[in-house]
């Protein structure tokens, strides 16, 4: 049976791209296969500010269209399809999309990264993209001189909240326990109190709306709950691996849901390798997910010169 392709990679974020900058140096026939948007989580992200080489930082969307530029200068293909299922036939890898194509793969990486962590509170599904969001850089614009709560107290959060005073009349940020962002990140957040009034100690209950429009958030301080009105409700409370589509494979997965990979990143599965922030012990930032794109893609020209 003839196979596709030397690599397919699963996901086209920083890691996937850097693999594919590396394989296709090569001339190793490669193919991202992506469900959403080249570039991954990066691409949402307003600025970068801790990635090597862009001295007063880059805009996210600008570095992943760096990346996915450079990629096909040198022959990598971008598919936007989704890969449903994989397993291992004879000396390679089939892979099945979620509308039923079959192809082949001498080697696999898989890169599908993390998507955002949602609440579970009455609300937040029914008032979707319609106040409730988890992208300041998509949907803030929508928000010009509008009153909305960001929740979360970590470096996203914080960093999404900053963003959003762009547009917003005021920024309420609701922190469950304490902030955990960085310090640079908190001594700009004391620049901008007039701006953003923080919430400790404070757990978000409810998306509440009048009129099928949301109009405040319930939250619960201590023994008192009140509803801090709010015309939409940005949420950053972590991310979850996009590994659910493995559930089914040999591929072990550790209990957060991320890759168990040996030291050449490659899985259970022989010839499927992961890189970024999917991988197990990830330190889930773009420069090491680039970095673990640049490993990988050595490591699989390594394993198909072997075969």
Request: charge should be negative; glycine fraction near 8%.
């Amino acid at each position: 049976m003839s196979v596709d392709h030397d690599v397919v990679m699963i996901g086209a974020g920083p890691s996937a791209l850097t693999a594919a900058i590396y394989t296709t140096r090569e001339e190793i026939d490669t193919v991202l296969f992506e469900k959403s948007i080249a570039g991954g989580l990066a691409a949402t992200t307003d600025w970068i500010d801790n990635y090597p080489g862009y001295s007063k930082g880059i805009e996210g969307i600008k570095l992943a269209d760096e990346l996915r530029q450079q990629a096909e200068r040198f022959g990598a293909k971008l598919s936007f399809k989704e890969i449903a299922t994989l397993r291992r036939h004879d000396n390679h890898i089939q892979l099945t999309t979620t509308k039923g194509d079959v192809l082949s793969a001498r080697a696999v990486l898989i890169a599908t990264g993390s998507n955002h962590r949602t609440l579970n509170v009455p609300g937040e599904n029914e008032y979707y993209s319609r106040g409730v969001h988890y992208c300041a850089t998509c949907d803030g614009a929508f928000y010009k001189n509008r009153r909305i709560a960001v929740v979360g107290g970590g470096n996203s959060a914080v960093q999404e909240a900053i963003f959003l005073t762009r547009f917003a009349s005021h920024v309420d940020l609701l922190v469950r326990s304490k902030l955990r962002a960085s310090e640079v990140l908190q001594e700009k957040l004391a620049t901008l109190r007039d701006k953003i009034t923080v919430h400790l100690e404070t757990a978000t209950d409810e998306v509440v709306a009048t009129d099928d429009v949301v109009t405040g958030v319930r939250v619960t301080s201590g023994n008192s709950s009140r509803v801090i009105p709010v015309d939409g409700v940005f949420i950053f409370v972590g991310l979850i691996p996009n590994t659910q589509f493995l559930k089914d494979t040999p591929i072990e997965l550790d209990k957060a849901g991320h890759i168990k990979t040996d030291n050449n990143l490659e899985t259970a599965m022989p010839g499927v390798f992961a890189a970024g922030d999917v991988r197990s012990r990830s330190t889930a930032q773009i420069a090491s997910a680039v970095g673990d794109g640049a490993t990988a893609a050595l490591r699989i020209r390594e394993y198909l010169e072997a075969l």
